[in-house]
């Protein structure tokens, strides 16, 4: 075992020695697919262990919802996938919490478990699903959790540095082959739900130019391959290919993207390795880790966390329907969002680009539409800034790419530092961060912020 899994292991088991202390708690998470994740893997957990708990979700803890929680006198609350940024507002409140996140601290407590406290890194190595995974381990026999462990970690990105999961997230991996396995495949989204054809023409992230967005040409190219979709084989998904017709089509794919002109960045990523839950049902959206994932977005995004977390609970009537009903709007709403983008453009700047959605985008999955068209309309050169309208000001997410942390980019830092001058809360991680900043402070965050991320990369 590495140090920082001991480590993170032995600190897991103090706070559950401190939550088995107690017959009900708060629980508060984080709405993205990590936090849904987080919080179903702490209730299981729980349950099990006979303790009872209320489930509460935020899309970010802010000096507000912590006032609040502590007027309500839980005895104990547990974070997760959340907290880390927030210990001061938690302490000066009294809330007895232990602490279950991955985000970078911002001061400390007795019952943290966070990896950057243990020498591992947030964004990459290890998430709030896999920081609760270990917790709950901790709590009584889990390990089936382990699957949720990695939609979440997959729903945060955590596989981009490396094209797939490493470090503490690979442990966790590897150490529970009984229930989810990585499977090298083409990494279109899509590969249990969806028709082949819809696979292609929806592809986004690469972005397929000439397929992506244009169903003809992609029923064309397949036909070209030699897949023939008379009207009943027009349905066939990916999973409902044989091995040999996979291989083929992936070889012809990556042909067509070097004949395209695809950057060899872009052409590796169309294959990649993906993660399979064993005991989920093939063509469900749960049978794969990238899918689940965003089937869980689509219910916390869109303020349905609890119907996303009852999915991961087992609930596969109601929950699981209305969760697909979400699911088809987020799609919707992605491919919007990116139109937007390529529509209106990315304003660069010497070390940033920005675009601002105003109220086109909702605020919630600006980052999701950001990330995006980091790939496709954006310059991976610049880190790209997006604003949205909030209630309560403008919310900002920012996204990088490896390379530029490497040279010394932390998205979280700068926009910490900024919001500190300007009013203003923000945080996250090197790669990816957001923040909420006032109303008519736009332009004045844009010049610091590009200032700032000057600074960084020297
Ligand atoms: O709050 P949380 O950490 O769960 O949010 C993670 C978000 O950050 C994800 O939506 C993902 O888009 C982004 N991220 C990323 N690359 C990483 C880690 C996170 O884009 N390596
Ligand atoms: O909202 P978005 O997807 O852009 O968030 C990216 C990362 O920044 C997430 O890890 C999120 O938890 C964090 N964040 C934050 N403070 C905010 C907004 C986002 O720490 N005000
Ligand atoms: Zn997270």
């Known amino acids: 075992m590495s140090d920082s899994m001991s480590m993170l292991a032995e600190r897991a088991g103090e706070c559950a020695r401190e939550i088995r ?22 209730a299981k957990a729980l349950e099990r262990a006979n303790i009872g708990y209320d489930m509460k979700f935020v899309k970010q803890l802010d000096e507000n919802i912590i006032k609040e929680l502590a007027d309500t006198n839980p ?15 938690i302490t000066k409140y009294g809330l007895h919490s232990i602490v279950s996140d991955h985000h970078r601290p911002q001061g400390d ?8 406290l243990f020498g591992a890194n947030g964004s990459y190595e290890i998430s709030g699903s896999g920081t609760t995974f270990i917790l709950a381990t901790r709590l009584g026999d889990n390990r089936d959790l382990a699957d949720l462990a990695i939609v979440g970690c997959i729903g945060d990105m955590q596989y981009r540095k490396y094209g797939k999961l490493v470090s503490l997230n690979r442990m966790i991996l590897e150490a529970n082959p009984e229930s989810v396995v990585p499977k090298t495949d083409l990494s279109l989204f899509g590969k249990q739900t969806r028709p082949v054809y819809k696979m292609l023409q929806y592809s986004s992230d690469p972005y397929i130019p000439g397929l992506t967005g244009n169903e003809d040409a992609c029923i064309d190219f397949l036909s070209g391959v030699g897949l023939q979709f008379s009207n009943d084989e027009k349905w066939r998904r990916w999973i409902d290919l044989s091995d040999g017709d996979r291989k083929k089509v992936t070889s012809s794919i990556l042909q067509y993207a070097m004949q395209k002109g695809m950057s060899s960045y872009n052409i590796g990523r169309l294959v990649s390795e993906g993660y399979i839950l064993l005991s989920e049902k093939e063509g469900t959206e749960m049978r794969d880790a990238s899918e689940y994932s965003t089937l869980l977005n689509a219910t916390g995004r869109y303020m349905q966390a609890e119907v996303g977390m009852k999915v991961c609970m087992g609930d596969r009537g109601d929950a699981y329907r209305e969760a697909q009903n979400l699911l088809h709007n987020h799609r919707r709403n992605l491919v919007e969002g990116l139109n937007f983008v390529k529509d209106n453009g990315i304003t660069e700047l010497s070390h940033i680009q920005y675009f601002d959605a105003g109220n086109t985008i909702p605020e919630t999955i600006v980052g999701i539409v950001a990330g995006m068209s980091h790939y496709s309309a954006g310059n991976r050169r610049l880190p790209i800034i997006a604003f949205a309208d909030k209630e309560d000001g403008y919310k900002v997410s920012a996204r990088g790419t490896q390379e530029l942390v490497n040279r010394g980019l ?23 961060a957001g923040a909420t900043i006032p109303f008519g402070k736009k332009e004045e965050f844009i010049e610091k912020l590009n200032s700032t991320i000057a600074g960084q990369l020297g």
């Open 109 to 116: 407590t007795g019952f943290h478990l966070n990896p950057h």
């Open 75 to 89: 005895e104990l609350t547990i974070f997760t996938d959340l907290g880390s940024g927030q210990l001061e507002h």
């Open 21 to 42: 202390k107690y017959d009900e708690v708060q629980l508060v998470s984080h709405i993205d697919a990590d936090g849904i994740t987080s919080g179903a893997i702490i």
């Open 410 to 432: 932390n998205l979280s830092d700068a926009l910490s530092i900024v919001c500190q001058k300007l009013g203003g809360a923000g945080g996250g991680h090197d790669i990816a």
